[in-house]
C-alpha cells in the first residue's frame, strides 16, 4: 500500500496532488507544525531521518524528496506517458527532467529567504539585497518559459508543474506575482484542477 506522510502547510500538497492525478490508492498519514516555529513534529523522524514531507512509503521503499518522488511515481504508473515524455526522445525528456528539479534546486532558496524575512517583521537587507533579485530572475525565467502555453512544456501538464506550482504558489502567499500576470493565471488553472481540488478536501479541509 502506498503511503503519503503529509505535512500541513507546505509542499507535500503538491504530491498529493499528482497522487490525485494518477488516480491512486493511497493512504494518508497527516502532521501538524509547531505552531510557534513552524518546524514538523519530531514523529516524522521515525520515517525518515531527515523528518522533512513529503515522504512516501510504497510497500517498504521510503523516499523524500519531492523531485525524487514525483520521478519514482510516474516511472511506476505512467505507463502512457502521460506526464513526461519517453527517453526515448532525449531532448524532451531532458528539458523535462530539467524543470522536475529546477524548483528546489534554484527556486526555492530565494523564496525562503523572503518567507524568513516577512516572518522577522522587520527589514532585513542582506537577505532582500540577495533574494529580490533572485526572485524577479527566476519569475522572470519561468514566465518566459511558460508564455502563453498553460503548462510549463506547452500544452500538456507534465511532472514538472506540480514543483513549479509549488514555487508559484509560495510567490503568491508572499505578495510577490503583481509583476507576472501569466504565473498568477497559471497559479489559478492548476488550483482549479479536478485533481487539486480533491487533494485539498483530503489532506486541507
Known amino acids: 500500500m502506498l503511503t503519503i506522510h503529509h505535512l ?56 523524500s524528496e519531492s523531485g525524487a518522488i514525483t520521478a519514482y511515481l510516474l516511472e511506476k504508473h505512467d505507463q502512457q506517458g502521460k506526464f513526461a515524455p519517453p527517453r526515448t526522445d532525449l531532448a524532451a525528456w531532458g528539458e523535462y527532467t530539467q524543470w522536475l528539479h529546477y524548483p528546489e534546486g534554484s527556486v526555492f532558496v530565494p523564496l525562503f529567504l ?7 517583521g522587520q527589514p532585513q537587507p542582506l537577505l532582500d539585497g540577495f533574494a529580490d533579485p ?22 500538456n501538464i507534465s511532472g514538472a ?15 510577490l506575482l503583481e509583476p507576472y500576470p501569466t504565473l498568477a493565471a497559471y497559479l489559478e488553472r492548476n488550483q482549479a484542477r479536478p485533481a487539486f481540488l480533491r487533494a485539498v478536501e483530503r489532506a486541507v479541509e
Open 8 to 63: 500541513r502547510i507546505g509542499r507535500s500538497i503538491f504530491t498529493v496532488w499528482l497522487l490525485e492525478e494518477l488516480e491512486l490508492d493511497y493512504s494518508l498519514v497527516e502532521y501538524h507544525r509547531n505552531p510557534e516555529t513552524m518546524r514538523a513534529p519530531p514523529e516524522l523522524k521515525n520515517i525518515h531521518p531527515l523528518g522533512k514531507s513529503p515522504v512516501i512509503d510504497d510497500d517498504g521503499l521510503v523516499l
Open 114 to 120: 523572503k518567507l524568513l524575512v516577512l516572518r522577522s
Open 134 to 155: 533572485e526572485v524577479a530572475l527566476h519569475f522572470g525565467h519561468i514566465a518566459n518559459k511558460l508564455g502563453e502555453n498553460p503548462f510549463i512544456l506547452g500544452e
Open 161 to 175: 508543474d506540480f514543483g513549479i506550482t509549488y514555487m508559484v504558489s509560495m510567490g503568491e502567499r508572499l505578495g
